[in-house]
């Protein structure tokens, strides 16, 4: 097998995929971006892909979250707070979009590589 690559996107502290325990590393990332009560599942414990798959839906909820949120702050507490403070929230709002966006792409590249995609070092 070629060298191990992590494309592009990879979590920093998952390891390459295809090397040595890597998906021991993608699997507890995985828990990581997932409720903490999913680690009580047999079935996401011992099937990592399903487990990816569980961990892709809920970041994509956590999106969907973030831009309702990001749409709706400034309507719904203009008056109620300072504006300065509105605009505190909204660019929490954006910055934790931003992360997740990061997250949702880890989260995929580990689904990807652990339905058998090789990524290749580019030359």
Excluded: K, N
């Amino acid at each position: 097998m070629p060298d191990s690559v992590a494309p592009p996107g990879w979590p920093d502290h998952v390891r390459p995929p295809g090397a040595p325990d890597w998906d021991r590393t993608a699997v507890a990332y995985l828990f990581d971006c997932c409720p903490a009560d999913f680690r009580g599942y047999a079935v996401l414990r011992h099937h990592p892909l399903v487990l990816a798959q569980f961990a892709e839906q809920f970041v994509e909820g956590q999106c969907r979250a973030v831009q309702e949120g990001l749409a709706t702050v400034r309507t719904t507490l203009r008056g109620q707070v300072r504006p300065d403070v509105v605009d505190t929230a909204a660019e929490i709002w954006l910055e934790q979009g931003a992360a997740l966006m990061r997250t949702r792409r880890a989260v995929g590249l580990i689904g990807e590589a652990l339905r058998g995609r090789t990524f290749l070092a580019r030359l």
